[in-house]
């Protein structure tokens, strides 16, 4: 893993570059984001207007202190305190009652704040830098082009937007998925996006249970096919994390299968290009041992659900350097601890996720807001 750590002076810089309101991308344990004042909308505007993200997508506000919750949020229920006190600062992002005139642009002016309090130690040392300059929150989607496979590297950050942004380089993000996005705003918490705390760890804090939205939206769906819900936080929409290869999810079974009798496009086919055009990433042995014919390149996926979180979007944008047309990666195992990095393949490949046997229950589940 390279380790990378700016000087003082450069996240001082950085800091007075947000303050004055320009755009910094700057590394977290999950992902690069691209940051504005929160509080500036004309800077957060022009996230939006880079990325290419429409502006009633809202940005999760990075903060430097419990301090600054209270500045963006307002009637915090008691259990995503809890939260905060377990997990921050860290992977989980919270999505609170919005303090009124708080962040209009950021939240795409809706009544409701998501928040994160990063533990990187070059995200930290930037925002309680831009802390004393005034700024109490950083707004800062992941640090691409919308839609696309988000930045794990400093120069994922530059080869999307060119030399001119200003780039911290923190060597490479930890974990390598963005956070776990927790809804704090319906009476019981609802995880929105699953990331590296999943569903059990958050359960174990609260001593309660946690609803997923997939299993709330699956169960409206079961009711009502025409009831769909907008979403509420980034990286919940059905395609996103995409590559510019065409991504195919399989079982290890179906892989075997297919290689047998894949071939390389002939060179008319292939209309000049030159191999390889196929990307395979697969975890099981016997995919290990098939043969390599010309034009396959191969990666063998990490067989624990952080190793492979971490290594996802920079072997996506490895795969999409190499020009390859097609990627095909084996299904990650079921489980909670492998909820995330199945979420962001889901959504690269643009599969629907499968009904769950609780879904139904769900639909007259007490205490959330329909």
Not at 64 to 71: C, K, N, R, W, Y
Not at 236 to 250: D, E, F, G, I, K
């Amino acid at each position: 893993m390279t380790q990378v750590t700016p000087v003082a002076s450069e996240i001082e810089q950085a800091a007075r570059a947000l303050h004055r309101g320009e755009l910094v991308a700057f590394p977290t344990e999950t992902v690069y984001g691209l940051g504005a004042d929160a509080d500036q909308d004309a800077s957060v505007e022009h996230i939006f207007a880079l990325k290419g993200r429409p502006n009633n997508h809202p940005l999760i506000v990075h903060i430097g202190s419990l301090q600054d919750v209270d500045h963006y949020a307002r009637d915090v229920p008691d259990f995503a305190r809890a939260l905060m006190a377990r997990f921050w600062p860290g992977a989980l992002t919270l999505i609170l009652p919005k303090r009124i005139g708080a962040a209009p642009a950021a939240t795409a002016h809706s009544p409701s704040i998501g928040l994160r309090w990063p533990s990187h130690p070059v995200a930290l040392a930037l925002l309680q830098q831009a802390r004393a300059l005034g700024v109490h929150g950083v707004a800062a989607p992941s640090a691409n082009r919308f839609g696309r496979v988000s930045p794990t590297r400093a120069a994922h950050v530059r080869s999307e937007f060119g030399p001119d942004l200003w780039v911290l380089d923190g060597g490479d993000c930890d974990i390598g998925i963005e956070s776990t996005i927790v809804d704090c705003t319906r009476g019981v918490p609802i995880v929105l996006r699953p990331g590296q705390i999943d569903q059990q760890a958050l359960e174990a804090a609260l001593n309660q249970p946690v609803v997923r939205q997939e299993e709330l939206d699956l169960a409206r769906l079961q009711s009502d096919p025409a009831h769909l819900i907008a979403p509420k936080a980034s990286g919940t929409l059905a395609s996103h994390y995409a590559p510019r290869a065409r991504v195919r999810l399989m079982e290890a079974a179906q892989m075997v299968h297919e290689l047998t009798h894949w071939r390389a496009p002939s060179a008319p086919e292939r209309m000049g290009a030159s191999p390889p055009t196929l990307g395979v990433w697969a975890r099981d042995s016997a995919l290990h041992a098939m043969p390599r014919p010309n034009g396959l390149q191969f990666q063998t996926m990490p067989s624990t659900p952080a190793a492979c979180a971490h290594a996802l979007f920079a072997t996506l944008r490895d795969f999409d350097d190499l020009g390859v047309a097609e990627i095909w990666i084996e299904s990650a195992p079921s489980g909670v601890s492998w909820a995330g990095v199945a979420d962001r393949l889901r959504r690269a490949s643009h599969v629907p996720a499968e009904p769950s046997q609780s879904a139904v229950k769900l639909s007259g589940l007490t205490g959330v807001a329909q």
